[in-house]
């Protein structure tokens, strides 16, 4: 939803809806508000339909001494731009650590939790009605994730969980895998938190495509990665069954984990939405077949 192409955004979020998604998942920093102001505009031609919008905050360190102020000049302008007065989830965007810039655009465990940190101030534009639920990126430090999930002030993850990394939700050997989550999905849904999984097929390695144009800019899942996954990936298409991609693998493995609430995928054209909805259809992977592609998974160094 960064480009140009508003038709084709129209009909991809279209084929969306009558597939029955309900979740949009959108940034302030994606295509620097493009996605927002995409998915406005072609909800506003859809007749405004009843979806659920999840947008997020990052603040720079500049802000971190006015995270009040930041947090409600980001927030209204992803509302303007969605053409919404509210939307359902707000994430805090950073990376979350023991101190700041531990990692690139993380901020400290304190500049969240401290009075009239990062945390009061998006509690407070729950309190304005400008957001109905807060939730965090886990991608920092898991200490310090649970650290501010244990608040019982926030209400929902989202944390990279795939194939290829599976550490969120189960035990993992060492030195496989880039950064262990340390099984933060099932410590999360003890305390009643919702789990929303990402990067579900590694950036696209998992669907042997070409790294994006954001792969080869991000600080955050760097393009060595992606390499590194995409030759992990091209090893386990021979482990797979006769007729089943990667893409579908990668899918139907995540959804047979029940602590996962929903998984957001980038849906850039019809074909897209087809297939998750053929993923979901056809349900989790059998457990053998799950296992097995697993072990082969995790065996890569």
Wanted: one cysteine or more; aromatic letters at 4%; a neutral charge.
């Amino acid at each position: 939803m960064t480009g140009d192409n508003q038709n084709q955004q129209l009909l991809v979020l279209e084929a969306a809806l009558r597939a029955g998604i309900s979740w949009l998942d959108t940034a302030a920093g994606y295509g620097a508000g493009k996605s927002e102001e995409a998915i406005g505009i072609a909800l506003q031609k859809l007749g405004h339909p009843a979806v659920n919008i999840a947008t997020k905050v990052r603040l720079a360190p500049e802000q971190l001494n006015k995270p009040l102020e930041a947090v409600r000049d980001s927030v209204f302008a992803s509302l303007k731009r969605l053409k919404r007065s509210s939307c359902d989830l707000l994430y805090l965007h950073n990376a979350i650590t023991p101190a700041t810039a531990d990692i690139a655009a993380s901020v400290g465990l304190n500049e969240v939790l401290k009075p009239h940190g990062i945390l009061d101030a998006m509690l407070q534009m729950r309190e304005e009605g400008l957001v109905k639920h807060l939730a965090i990126t886990a991608t920092g430090v898991p200490e310090c994730n649970l650290a501010v999930l244990e608040t019982g002030k926030v209400h929902a993850m989202q944390i990279p969980f795939h194939l290829l990394n599976p550490s969120a939700a189960i035990k993992v050997p060492d030195g496989v895998v880039e950064m262990d989550y340390q099984m933060q999905i099932p410590r999360a849904r003890a305390m009643g938190v919702r789990v929303f999984a990402i990067r579900v097929l590694a950036g696209g390695a998992l669907a042997m495509q070409p790294p994006s144009a954001h792969t080869l800019t991000t600080p955050y899942f760097p393009l060595a990665l992606f390499q590194k996954d995409c030759e992990r990936a091209g090893k386990l298409l021979q482990h797979l069954p006769k007729g089943m991609s990667l893409p579908e693998a990668a899918i139907r493995f995540v959804l047979g984990f029940p602590e996962v609430d929903c998984v957001l995928l980038g849906l850039g054209n019809q074909t897209d939405v087809e297939t998750l909805g053929r993923c979901n259809l056809a349900g989790p992977l059998q457990e053998g077949l799950q296992k097995g592609i697993l072990q082969q998974a995790l065996n890569q160094s």
